[in-house]
């Protein structure tokens, strides 16, 4: 069998002589290119982060304008409730809304205030008992959100 040959790093072309000039070059090259790439590479960042936050709105469902509004853990959940008290608010426009739809959107707004509070009071929870938390929130905002749709008769 034959063996293989280690190669020396004379061989690769990396030697301590070529690595010391390498630093010399870039000690000189860096502070001379590095004002140039810098509003290139803030303008890089500000796109991402623009993106990144059109990513976010879109996936909770949001105007871009309302997204620092729903952060933390729960934001979906703020999102959702905020979406269900805005339908509920049209609930009560209504002109064919009937006294127990208001009576049911009054209600149902006032349980909204108190699953707004319980997904804020999560955050600050342990992981097991935040998502437990956050289950809970989640089923009741089911069912208010299945009621609403059905005297909206979809």
Known sequence: MARKKTKTPAETGI???KAKNAVAVAKIVVPAVAPALAPLAV???SAVRDAYDHYQA???GV???QLSEFTGRGAHLLARIAGTSEA???VRKAERASDDDVRFANDSQATLE???AAVR???????ARRKAAHQAVAAELERIEGQLLKRLGV
């Open 43 to 45: 303008k890089a960042a």
């Open 114 to 116: 108190q699953l707004t």
């Open 88 to 90: 509920l608010a049209e």
């Open 58 to 60: 879109r996936r909770l």
């Open 121 to 127: 009071a999560a955050e600050r929870m342990p992981g």
């Open 15 to 17: 030697t301590p002589k």
């Open 63 to 65: 105007p871009i304008d």
